[in-house]
Structures are given as C-alpha cells and as structure tokens.
C-alpha cells in the first residue's frame, strides 16, 4: 500500500476517535510505520492531512450516493435507495461519518467547492428529472434536502455517538419509507 494511504487511513482512525486537535502527528506516523520525514513529504502539517481525510471521505460518500441514485429506475427506488445506501455507509464507515459529521476543516471550502457543486448538480438533476414528470413535489434545495436525509443523518449522528444502539440499517426501511413519503407528489 502506498505510503499516502497508510498515513490517510491511519489518520483516519486517529482523527475519528480522538478529534483533530487531541491527534498527535507522531501517534499517526506510529500506527502507520512510517518515518517522520515521510510523513512531510505528504502533508505538511496536520491541518492538510486532516483536510486529505475530509475530503477523502466526501468523496467516498458522494460516489456511494450517485451510485445509489444511477441504479434506480424511477423516483420512489432512488428516494428510498439513497437513504438506504446512506444509512449502509454510515454503518460500513463509522470513522469516516464521523469524521464528516464534525465540523468542516479550516481552509476546506474552496477545496470542497468544485466536488460539492458537481454532486449537488448531479442530484439536483436527477430530482428535476422526476419532479418535471410529477412524481416527486417541486422544492427548494434545502427543504429538499432536510426531508430526504435529515432523519437518516440525525440517526446517524445520534447512533455515531452511541446514544442510539440499533445498527443504521436495521431502521433503514423505514426512514427510507418516511423520506418517500413526505417528498412523493400526492397530488
């Protein structure tokens, strides 16, 4: 494995469990077996690395995203597919949703800007699609947003940070079932 990733995925786990700033360079240089002047040589400091793991995992749950959305053939699959998917990743990667759920990293935005814009284009498009043919409700971005994946992504948190015990997937059919039914057009 490259030593890049060795640093990201050790970082990771260091970043998720104890936070950025109680994270000592040495604790990931550790864990990942490397020398302190390999460590430099890919990141400069800390911020940059944690800024690499951030956007590392965006990318990861934005790709897992799209795909849920691609593999659907109409508007309730998709809706229900994407909180699905949501919930799965949020289980199958618990440091890196936690990672995402923290605070965004100083100096992020305009890194994050280009591929946050393209996914949310991306989405954005595919909702259109199927609201122009009247299956879903015509909404706001944001009002959109918060009813499609705010009960999953409060769940996530909540489970995340051990007040919830039931896995995210086991109460995925039926958050997913709660999305759909607030964001179909029932008209």
Not at 88 to 94: D, L
Not at 101 to 124: H, K, L, M, W
Not at 135 to 145: C, E, G, I
Request: hydrophobic share 40%; net charge negative; with cysteine.
């Amino acid at each position: 494995m490259p030593i890049q990733d060795l640093l990201l995925d050790a970082a990771e786990g260091h970043f998720a469990r104890r936070g950025v700033l109680a994270t000592r360079l040495s604790d990931i240089r550790a864990e990942a077996g490397v020398s302190v002047g390999a460590v430099y040589h890919h990141f400069p400091n800390k911020e940059e690395l944690y800024i690499q793991v951030w956007l590392r995992a965006l990318t990861d749950y934005q790709d897992g995203f799209r795909t849920a959305l691609s593999e659907c053939a109409d508007a309730r699959s998709g809706v229900e597919g994407a909180v699905v998917r949501h919930l799965q990743w949020v289980s199958g990667h618990p440091q890196r949703a936690t990672i995402l759920t923290a605070p965004r990293p100083p100096g992020i935005d305009e890194r994050a800007d280009s591929p946050n814009a393209v996914f949310f284009r991306d989405v954005t498009h595919w909702w259109r699609v199927h609201e122009h043919y009247g299956t879903v409700r015509r909404l706001d971005f944001d009002v959109l947003y918060a009813l499609w994946l705010g009960p999953a992504q409060e769940y996530s948190r909540q489970w995340l940070a051990g007040a919830m015990t039931t896995d995210p997937t086991a109460v995925a059919p039926e958050l997913a079932r709660a999305a759909w039914n607030s964001l179909r057009n029932q008209e």
